[in-house]
T-cell receptor
Framework: GAGVSQSPSNKVTEKGKDVELRCDPI?????LYWYRQSLGQGLEFLIY????????KSGLPSDRFSAERTGGSVSTLTIQRTQQEDSAVYLC????????????FGQGTRLTVV | SQQGEEDPQALSIQEGENATMNCSYK?????LQWYRQNSGRGLVHLIL?????REKHSGRLRVTLDTSKKSSSLLITASRAADTASYFC????????????FGPGTSLSVIP
């Protein structure tokens, strides 16, 4: 596609359930990021994939959070046993292989845990 | 941490005035980027300035970078109501393995 696609755009889930958020980056982009943004706040870094290197998971808030990137393309962020404090907008971005070029963002998934 | 910190956190100006936002960071960088966000959804890239550049222009936007002070500023001239948004600076480390980190942002309100 022409841009970064995220699905679903909105997700309401019950506390304790697992959720999967999907990101389709721009074709050919080697870098992929997941960020979390609570209402009125900045972007909290979660995880970073760059090519075939081991992902930088230093921003994942707990072991309930995990992410994978299959075939260097699509990425899935999984949150297990969701808690109310997980409610936020989850943003995915991708960028090209040149050092730290412009990042292109998806429209995000708004997760609400009830 | 290489994280950028914007200043001020919030800014309210009249249409037609200029808006200046500042960003400070802590470590060596390859470049610094400014993004805009409307309505709490996806960010849009505005401008990228490399560490060997001091000033860059794009339309009504002017960005400066002072690597000795580890700071950058974004100037929006002749602001419009449509410029109302949150603005974030983001710093990229020196290698492609360094993640891009965003600051907390400046919320700009342009009053018609």
């Amino acid at each position: 596609g022409a841009g970064v696609s995220q699905s679903p755009s909105n997700k309401v889930t019950e506390k304790g359930k697992d959720v999967e958020l999907r990101c389709d980056p721009i074709s050919g982009h080697t870098a992929l990021y997941w960020y979390r943004q609570s209402l009125g706040q900045g972007l909290e870094f979660l995880i970073y994939f760059q090519g075939n290197s081991a992902p930088d998971k230093s921003g994942l808030p707990s072991d309930r959070f995990s992410a994978e990137r299959t075939g260097g393309s699509v990425s899935t962020l999984t949150i297990q046993r969701t808690q109310q404090e997980d409610s936020a907008v989850y943003l995915c971005a991708s960028s090209g292989s040149v050092v730290n070029t412009e990042a292109f963002f998806g429209q995000g998934t708004r997760l609400t845990v009830v | 941490s290489q994280q950028g910190e914007e200043d001020p956190q919030a800014l309210s100006i009249q249409e037609g005035e200029n808006a200046t936002m500042n960003c400070s960071y802590k470590t060596s960088i390859n470049n610094l980027q400014w993004y805009r966000q409307n309505s709490g959804r996806g960010l849009v890239h505005l401008i990228l300035i490399r560490s060997n550049e001091r000033e860059k222009h794009s339309g009504r936007l002017r960005v400066t970078l002072d690597t000795s002070k580890k700071s950058s500023s974004l100037l929006i001239t002749a602001s419009r109501a449509a410029d109302t948004a949150s603005y974030f600076c983001a710093t990229g480390g020196e290698t492609s393995y360094d993640k891009v980190i965003f600051g907390p942002g400046t919320s700009l309100s342009v009053i018609p």
